[in-house]
């Protein structure tokens, strides 16, 4: 048996064709451009709200000094953030000086807000470093989580996998964050980074063993040496993010890099606050 094709008929088929790509590419590289532009905004508009925090009438003070007793001015002042955004929570400094605001979260619609959205309001696929919703924003759990998202290069948290990438070398360059809250400064000292079920770290431990335990297990699981030491007793802030290669590929679903927090200054300590 033989068919026929009719050649104006499949000449049209294919014009149909061709157009129907050009437009799902059309549409396509428009939604790239808008993510693009959406990203950029949130980024842009992070670094404004950053900017209302930073200390401009005085020199802050830089300092690695266990509670101060002299007059200390930090780089920012959160209550000044928080007067103008209530629901900012704090500012984290990146170690290339890079800063990011964080937002307090009371539950999961709140953190899902996040997600896309930054202090300000403004819709963005960056969203903003937030605080999980279950801890004390006081930080008196042993164990806080900030969430944010990986997004390509520096942006956000998008280079926490680089400690996992690159390994030691990329430790040995970015080994300590600054966190800026309302209650203090306090110094954030990298000691592990690896990819697991973000769901199942414990806030509170039942003993300083059982916490100890666990965070030398995790140094363990690096692919760098950290020259952090722990004990018992000390508080740890886990920076949370999607893993490159996603959960599909390696079975968890999310990127983990632990600090040690050593306080450099906090205000109940001293009343000469300056801020």
């Known amino acids: 048996m033989s068919y026929k094709v009719d050649r104006e008929k499949s000449h049209t088929f294919n014009n149909i064709l061709i157009t129907t790509g050009l437009i799902i590419a059309i549409i396509g590289g428009g939604a790239t451009m808008i993510n693009i532009f959406s990203k950029n905004a949130g980024l842009e508009a992070n670094q404004n709200i950053v900017s209302v925090a930073t200390v401009k009438d005085k020199e802050a003070t830089q300092t690695n000094e266990i509670n101060i007793t002299e007059e200390y001015t930090p780089k920012y002042d959160i209550a000044t953030l ?23 979260t009371n539950s999961r619609e709140e953190e899902n807000y996040y997600l896309k959205h930054t202090l300000d309001g403004t819709e963005s696929t960056s969203g903003t470093i937030f605080i999980d919703h279950q801890n004390d924003k006081n930080m008196e759990n042993q164990v806080t989580r900030l969430w944010g998202h990986n997004l390509l290069g520096e942006n ?38 690896l990819e697991e079920d973000g769901t199942t770290q414990q806030f509170d431990y039942n003993t300083g063993e059982e916490f100890l335990q666990d965070m030398s297990n995790n140094k363990n699981f690096s692919n760098f040496t950290s020259d952090v030491s722990l004990s018992p007793n000390d508080q740890v802030v886990i920076l949370e993010c999607c893993p490159d290669r ?16 050593t306080p450099v200054y906090e205000y109940n300590l001293n009343s000469s606050k300056t801020l």
């Open 246 to 261: 996603g959960s599909a590929f390696s079975g968890n679903n999310r990127f983990s890099v632990y600090t040690k927090v």
């Open 82 to 104: 928080r007067a103008e955004y209530p629901n900012a929570w704090g500012i984290l400094e990146k170690p290339n000086g890079t800063a990011l605001p964080i937002a307090t």
């Open 156 to 193: 956000m948290f998008g280079d926490l996998t680089e400690y996992q990438n690159q390994g030691q070398s990329f430790y040995d360059q970015n080994k300590t964050y600054t966190l800026y809250t309302e209650n203090g400064v306090y110094k954030l000292d990298v000691f592990a980074a």
